[in-house]
């Protein structure tokens, strides 16, 4: 499996990104997809995720209501929607992909496969 990120890039606080994550080598509708995010020091953390179908959506309380994850199993892509981002939103972020079932979603070890991240720099 690989996953190529995009759509990153340098913004102002309240602008708006759309990062979109490509999938392919393995049946992409079979696999439960995330973002996680790692600002300089940092640990790792959760955006979101969503499940196979498009439905079971999760996101870290700091993103709710600005964040939306979305996937398109005819494109095999996933998407990150940003509105009214934030300096302390800045971080590279990456797609994630598992095929397995019954994880913990919020743990980046449930996860086996990741893009290369893609850097969000905002600016206040």
């Known amino acids: 499996v690989q996953l190529q990120a995009s759509g990153g890039g340098l913004v102002q606080a309240g602008d708006s990104l759309r990062l979109s994550c490509v999938y392919s080598?393995?049946?992409?509708?079979?696999?439960?997809l995330a973002w996680f995010r790692q600002a300089p020091g940092k640990e790792r953390d959760l955006v979101s995720r969503?499940?196979?179908?498009?439905?079971?959506?999760a996101y870290a309380d700091s993103v709710k209501g600005r964040f939306t994850i979305s996937r398109d199993n005819a494109k095999n892509t996933v998407y990150l929607q940003m509105n009214s981002l934030k300096p302390e939103d800045t971080a590279v972020y990456y797609c994630?992909?598992?095929?397995?079932?019954?994880?913990?979603?919020?743990?980046?070890?449930?996860?086996?496969?990741w893009g290369q991240g893609t850097l969000v720099t905002v600016s206040s």
């Open positions: 969503v499940g196979r179908r498009g439905a079971s959506e």
């Open positions: 994630a992909a598992t095929q397995e079932y019954y994880i913990d979603y919020r743990d980046r070890a449930s996860y086996n496969y």
């Open positions: 080598g393995r049946t992409f509708s079979n696999a439960a």
